[in-house]
């Protein structure tokens, strides 16, 4: 299974980003897709996962309400809108292939794409 992220950038605090990341090479609704961050010097942390169906989302405290993870199964795609964000935000997005339920903890995500970087600048 690859993933692949895309969508990273600068952005001024406020602005917003949409970060994509396509899954080849496995059955995508075997899986539910998270997205996980890390800034330098830090650890990886969860930002929002996604059940395979979609049907069910789950957001760290520290983005709910600014993002939304949402689905494409046709596409085979994962995506996380990113509003009103904050320097804070900045670090290595990475997407992340793991238990179709969606809910679990990072030691469960069996694939990763590579980081995509978000820079917000104040």
């Known amino acids: 299974v690859q993933l692949q992220a895309s969508g990273g950038g600068l952005v001024q605090a406020g602005g917003s980003l949409r970060l994509s990341c396509a899954v080849s090479g496995g059955t995508f609704t075997s899986y539910g897709m998270g997205w996980f961050r890390q800034a330098p010097g830090k650890e990886r942390e969860f930002v929002a996962s996604?059940?395979?169906?979609?049907?069910?989302?789950y957001y760290a405290d520290s983005v709910r309400g600014r993002f939304t993870i949402s689905r494409d199964n046709a596409k085979n795609t994962v995506y996380l809108q990113m509003n009103s964000l904050k320097p804070e935000d900045t670090a290595a997005y990475y997407c992340?292939?793991?238990?179709?339920?969606?809910?679990?903890?990072?030691?469960?995500?069996?694939?990763w794409g590579q980081g995509t970087q978000v820079t917000v600048s104040s």
């Open positions: 992340a292939a793991g238990p179709r339920h969606g809910a679990g903890s990072l030691g469960e995500y069996d694939y």
């Open positions: 996604i059940s395979w169906s979609g049907g069910s989302t």
